[in-house]
């Protein structure tokens, strides 16, 4: 833990961090699930609890911020010394759903701590972001006045892709304008390890709808010289991968290597891959996960089994996800992914490929004083070095953050790790990380101070 020069800051979180943590059970008591709505009675619940806990650490100028159709965003600001840097600090307080209940061995949206670790839908992503802003906060300001500018941007729709961020900066651009952005949505190397996101990876979707006949007909009448469009389309979906599991999309981008290397042990227990389960794709598995494209099928829309008849059916769709890797144009890889799946329409069949979201994968720059002042912060928390890492989801808004503010420093941080099963059932929060984390963000705000 910090010594030395940072010491008060260690005794500031341990006194900070009892209420950090009842703010992050109280939000995940909220079932903040983006998906269910913009402006659903618990998604403004939880920017008002948010906007109340950022009044309490002492912030000012706290509100809402409101956009046409969008989930609202919570802001405060705190000025420091005149000259000192503006540093912004992003976390979302909306959702994912919840899934299969019966996967969950806790209770989604009450709280509970087991072995250290508090488990619960938000738990980590990224509730947890928001209480290690609050505890870093409350820590600096207990031993003084703060040593930079402190704007706080919490989202509500980072989970739906930021979809209304434009709109936003275009409307309250002015507030968020910063020396420093602070983007508390990542994760870190393992448990115990820190790290600091480099990269990241971008997106596409489509829909794609594949139709044989204009209605169903009698399989034993027709079956053998008609084709049903499920075995079209799962026979489409197949041509996304070759028999290696490598995307056979044509000319996507490979970013190179990783700086570190994932364990395969390790990876298998993180994902929860069942014996047998062979990895796909090739190369170095940390570079599969962060410097390579990866496409996944991530919903059917086809009859139910309970609803089956013996009858062909006529139409199938399904919705396709891929990866970019950093430097990929989101453009070029949409057009690319359009163009595979309209050429290889097995059987004459017709394919209509619906266009979906995009956003950018992004590469941050490490050479900068801010990224120096986490590193420091990191090491001093944990006791050890930390190290970089790529990450292979996606956070749209950090590019348009880049382009909004081409000026500012952006670092990737956050308190989850692969224990945490981010989106998954059952996720939770290591309780120390988050206190880690708090110390780590008051060191590094410290010093970028001057301090």
Known sequence: ??????????????????????????????????????????????????????????????????????????????????????????????????????????????????????????????????????????????????????????????????????????????????????????????????ALTTSLRGIVDCEVEVRTARAAVHSGQFGGAIPDAISALARLLATLHDDAGRVAIAGLVHAGTAPVDEDEAHLREAAGMLPGTRFIGDGPLSARLWLQPAVSVLALDAPRISEAVNALVPVARAKVSVRLAPGQDPAVAMNALVAHLESHAPWGAQVTVTRGSMSSPFRLDTSNVAFEAFRTGLREAWGVEPVEIGVGGSIPLVAALAAAQPGAAILLTGVGEPLSRIHGPDESQDLQELRRGALAEAIALRLLGGG
């Open 1 to 194: 833990m910090a010594d030395g020069a940072h010491a008060d800051l260690t005794l500031a979180i341990d006194a900070a961090f009892p209420a950090a943590r009842a703010a992050l059970e109280r939000l995940v008591r909220i079932p903040s699930v983006g998906a269910e709505g913009a402006d659903t009675p618990a998604m403004r619940a939880a920017a008002e609890a948010a906007a109340g806990m950022l009044t309490d650490v002492g912030l000012e100028g706290v509100r809402l911020l409101e956009v046409p159709d969008a989930a609202p965003a919570v802001y405060a600001e705190r000025s420091g010394p005149p000259g000192a840097p503006v540093v912004l600090l992003y976390a979302h307080y909306d959702v994912q759903p919840v899934g299969d209940l019966t996967l969950w061995t806790a209770t989604p949206f009450d709280p509970a701590e087991r072995e250290g670790r508090l488990y619960g839908r938000g738990a980590s992503d990224d509730k947890a972001g928001i209480a290690m802003h609050l505890a870093a906060l409350r820590a600096l300001l207990a031993c003084g006045p703060l040593p930079v500018t402190v704007h706080v941007f919490l989202e509500g729709e980072e989970e739906q892709g930021s979809p209304h961020l434009g709109a936003f900066l275009e409307r309250h651009g002015a507030l968020l304008q910063a020396d420093v952005i602070v983007v508390a949505d990542s994760e870190h190397w393992r448990l115990g390890e820190p």
